[in-house]
């Protein structure tokens, strides 16, 4: 079981240092994805290590015409719920371990689509790292109805990670507004990154689709990890 594991220790709240081996459950069924020499690592949604429903919610996979493999990762059930607290015991969590080869800053930069129901609702996450929420890359949004990459929190600045060393981490997704579409994630150490269509195109499928969400963590095989394409 991983229930209230860290992989790693976040310092300060915002930065984090591996002090930790992954656990066996994460080594076992999850290569990680490897940080290309640029400095860029992007996962596809679909490619997770685990996934953790809390109450009634839960990251559920979804076909989607849009999303670059087919399918998508959607936080269900869209109940007009938005979670900005508490994260870590009432929202649901994806998790993606990554061995990052830079230190520093790191650009957080989000392929999702809005939920289809009017109002602004569900257009909205939370990034964090080693199961941690981080200040710098809450409330990412600027999703509409067609799916697109973001990169703004709500307060205004683009959203960022601060890596202290080089290690394996654990990218974390939280759903912040449920009915959110997450089709995967890029970051780089370079603020001048901007992803393409073919960020996430270039990117293996995993091997298998991920099954439905069931009411205790999933852990899911994912394959060899791959080399982030820009």
Not at 12 to 27: D, I, M, N, R, Y
Not at 62 to 76: D, F, H, I, Q, T
Request: glycine share 10%; proline share 9%; with cysteine.
């Amino acid at each position: 079981m991983l229930t209230g594991l860290c992989l790693l220790a976040l310092l300060g709240g915002c930065s984090a240092t591996p002090k930790a081996a992954v656990p066996a459950a994460l080594t076992g069924q999850a290569a990680p994805v490897v940080q290309d020499a640029q400095g860029l690592a992007v996962v596809r949604a679909t490619a997770f290590a685990a996934r953790w429903p809390r109450g009634q919610h839960a990251w559920q996979t979804r076909a989607n015409a849009a999303a670059a493999g087919g399918v998508n990762l959607v936080a269900l059930q869209d109940v007009n719920t938005t979670l900005d607290a508490n994260l870590e015991t009432l929202s649901p969590r994806l998790d993606y371990p990554v061995q990052f080869v830079r230190a520093g800053t790191h650009y957080v930069w989000v392929h999702g689509q809005a939920a289809p129901q009017a109002g602004g609702n569900g257009d909205s996450l939370h990034v964090g790292l080693n199961q941690q929420p981080v200040r710098s890359a809450r409330r990412i949004t600027g999703f509409g109805s067609l799916y697109r990459w973001a990169n703004r929190t709500m307060g205004g600045p683009v959203a960022t990670l601060s890596v202290a060393a080089p290690g394996l981490y654990t990218l974390n997704v939280w759903m912040r507004e449920d009915g959110m579409r997450f089709d995967g994630l890029a970051v780089s150490s370079s603020p001048r990154f901007v992803p393409t269509a073919t960020t996430l195109a270039a990117a293996p499928v995993p091997a298998a689709p991920a099954p439905p969400s069931s009411p205790a963590p999933t852990i899911i095989s994912t394959p060899a990890a791959f080399s982030a394409q820009a």
